[in-house]
């Protein structure tokens, strides 16, 4: 497959380490199983209708290699099943090699014990064309089912890459003009409130300490509610009265693990593109809570009417694409503006957070 990518130096990149990281994926689901029998009897199809022809339908052909195809792909999937783990400490070539020799193994059983279920000879005597032929039938398969494995891991391993640049870039923005606003507020505190210019440069601190945290770990709601205080906090030396903030969080739901900076950049953006644009400011209200397995947030916000929204959306689309890579189509991103107002809603699964924070 890639020779140049064989050796243990490069396993967490290239298929092997860990068996989450392999190339090969857990076969041993009901929907990956259910998915390589349709396929293997699409495949038997295809030969019957090419064997018999359509006319002469050959119902008894089906039937038989229906038998022998589904007996090799299942007893080769659970071997593969059962073996992913130690594969996953090879290289990718031994692991690949180690794979399509297991495959090749179970074709040779399969067509000699064939011959004692039907036997068209001597039960126990297999031809030697038959035996070749179901031998390079089955390297041709398996390595194109592997190669497509393969492929399909480089892909995840480029979109979590991507995803990985978009969080870091997530997290090293410091908007300029809210770091001068802030640097320009902490100064005009210092004669006349110390304590609290203070308060805000340690605020200020904790809040780009944060940034610099490792995009993989995970906060609990608690975490995340505070991080967002604090940014609240300085934005409140600027705008002041204009600025008002309603919580609305479920005790039960504060422990819950949340994605870090997934709740803070939607508090950052009704900030930025509604209270800050609106002459009397407004309020924000923001309200978590976990219903029927689904930790659920929303933040609603009052936004000017010529409000575009472009560096908005952009914000919008990373978060989402976060929590579906995170938490895959059962979490997601939703929003909608009317009536002067501007309603976002995150939601994804209770108990794949806390397993993904375990």
Same mark, same amino acid.
């Given at each position: 497959?890639?020779?140049?990518? =064989?050796?243990?130096?490069?396993?967490?990149?290239?298929?092997?380490?860990?068996?989450?990281?392999?190339?090969? $994926?857990?076969?041993?689901?009901?929907?990956?199983?259910? %998915?390589? %029998?349709?396929?293997?009897?699409?495949?038997?199809?295809?030969?019957?209708?090419?064997?018999?022809?359509?006319?002469?339908?050959?119902?008894?052909?089906? #039937?038989? =290699?229906?038998?022998?195809?589904?007996?090799?792909?299942?007893?080769?999937?659970?071997?593969?099943?059962?073996?992913?783990?130690?594969?996953?400490?090879?290289?990718?070539?031994?692991?690949?090699?180690?794979?399509?020799?297991?495959?090749?193994?179970?074709?040779?059983?399969?067509?000699?014990?064939?011959?004692?279920?039907?036997?068209?000879?001597?039960?126990?005597?297999?031809?030697?064309?038959?035996?070749?032929?179901?031998?390079?039938?089955?390297?041709?398969?398996?390595?194109?089912? &592997?190669?497509?494995?393969?492929?399909?891991?480089?892909? /995840?391993?480029?979109?979590?890459?991507?995803?990985?640049?978009?969080?870091?870039?997530?997290?090293? /923005?410091?908007?300029?003009?809210?770091?001068?606003?802030?640097?320009?507020?902490?100064?005009?505190?210092?004669?006349?409130?110390?304590?609290?210019?203070?308060?805000?440069?340690?605020?200020?601190?904790? !809040?780009?300490?944060?940034?610099?945290?490792?995009?993989?770990?995970?906060?609990? %709601?608690?975490?995340?509610?505070?991080?967002?205080?604090?940014?609240? #906090?300085?934005?409140? &030396?600027?705008?002041?009265?204009?600025?008002? %903030?309603?919580?609305?969080?479920?005790?039960?739901?504060?422990? !819950?693990?949340?994605?870090?900076?997934?709740?803070?950049?939607?508090?950052?953006? *009704?900030?930025?593109?509604?209270?800050? /644009?609106? $002459?009397?400011?407004?309020?924000?209200?923001?309200?978590?809570?976990?219903?029927?397995?689904?930790?659920? =947030?929303?933040?609603?916000?009052?936004?000017? $009417?010529?409000? *575009?929204?472009?560096?908005?959306?952009?914000?919008?689309?990373?978060?989402?694409?976060?929590?579906?890579?995170?938490? #895959?189509?059962?979490?997601?991103?939703?929003?909608?503006?009317?009536?002067?107002?501007?309603?976002?809603?995150?939601?994804?699964?209770?108990?794949?957070?806390?397993?993904?924070?375990?």
């Amino acid at each position: 497959m890639q020779p140049g990518t =064989a050796g243990r130096a490069r396993q967490g990149s290239d298929g092997g380490g860990s068996p989450g990281e392999f190339f090969i $994926p857990d076969l041993c689901g009901a929907r990956q199983v259910f %998915v390589i %029998v349709l396929l293997a009897q699409l495949l038997v199809l295809v030969y019957t209708l090419v064997e018999a022809g359509l006319p002469q339908f050959d119902w008894n052909l089906l #039937g038989t =290699a229906s038998l022998f195809v589904q007996w090799v792909v299942l007893l080769s999937t659970a071997l593969l099943c059962l073996l992913r783990g130690p594969f996953s400490r090879f290289g990718i070539v031994t692991a690949t090699l180690c794979s399509l020799l297991l495959v090749l193994l179970v074709t040779a059983f399969s067509t000699l014990a064939s011959t004692w279920v039907y036997p068209l000879s001597q039960p126990g005597r297999v031809d030697g064309w038959t035996l070749l032929r179901n031998l390079l039938v089955a390297l041709v398969v398996a390595g194109v089912a &592997l190669r497509y494995f393969f492929l399909q891991q480089q892909l /995840r391993l480029r979109e979590r890459s991507e995803l990985q640049a978009r969080v870091d870039a997530l997290r090293a /923005r410091i908007r300029p003009h809210f770091l001068f606003n802030t640097l320009n507020s902490i100064a005009s505190l210092i004669e006349t409130r110390p304590e609290a210019a203070e308060r805000a440069v340690e605020d200020l601190a904790e !809040l780009f300490r944060t940034s610099l945290r490792d995009a993989s770990d995970l906060l609990t %709601v608690a975490d995340e509610i505070r991080l967002c205080e604090i940014y609240l #906090g300085i934005e409140q &030396l600027r705008l002041g009265e204009r600025l008002q %903030v309603a919580w609305q969080v479920d005790d039960e739901a504060r422990a !819950l693990p949340m994605p870090s900076l997934v709740l803070q950049p939607l508090v950052e953006n *009704a900030v930025y593109h509604g209270i800050a /644009r609106l $002459p009397e400011g407004g309020r924000i209200d923001v309200a978590i809570a976990c219903h029927k397995g689904e930790l659920q =947030a929303r933040v609603c916000n009052p936004v000017p $009417p010529e409000e *575009a929204g472009g560096g908005l959306r952009i914000a919008l689309d990373n978060i989402s694409q976060r929590l579906r890579s995170q938490y #895959g189509e059962a979490a997601g991103l939703a929003w909608q503006r009317e009536a002067g107002a501007f309603h976002v809603q995150l939601h994804y699964p209770c108990r794949a957070a806390a397993e993904a924070g375990a």
